[in-house]
Nanobody, 121 residues
Framework: QVQLVESGGGLVQVGASLRLSCEVS????????MAWFRQAPGKERETVAA????????YHATPVKGRFTISRDNDKNTAYLQMNYLKPEDTAVYYC??????????????WGQGIQVTVSS
């Protein structure tokens, strides 16, 4: 059974940095594209960033481009989201997800439980 566990969230001030981690177990990590999503209260879930199996392709959504960077370490079965210059509008529950078939996972792929990121002004 594939499991994803996020870590690294928390409460920070505007302009600070955080690095989220997503450790995958129970599957073959280097066969999964990985992605980060977020959902703020009252809003739809949105794709934040995605990375292909060998890091050859990455995607970053416009609101985070230049501030967030997705990466992965296939030896550690872990994907990361480095978040710099955080803004209050980045406040959300962040989810990681894995897909063996798509760059951007969908509901029928593997998902973590989510982790809160709060940016205080």
């Amino acid at each position: 059974q594939v499991q994803l566990v996020e870590s690294g969230g928390g409460l920070v001030q505007v302009g600070a940095s955080l690095r989220l981690s997503c450790e995958v177990s129970g599957g073959t990590f280097n066969k999964y594209a990985m992605a980060w999503f977020r959902q703020a209260p009252g809003k739809e879930r949105e794709t934040v960033a995605a990375i292909a199996t060998r890091s050859s392709i990455t995607y970053h959504a416009t609101p985070v481009k230049g501030r967030f960077t997705i990466s992965r370490d296939n030896d550690k079965n872990t994907a990361y989201l480095q978040m710099n210059y955080l803004k209050p509008e980045d406040t959300a529950v962040y989810y990681c997800a894995a897909s063996a078939k798509k760059l951007i996972p969908t509901d029928d792929d593997y998902w973590g439980q989510g982790i809160q990121v709060t940016v205080s002004s």
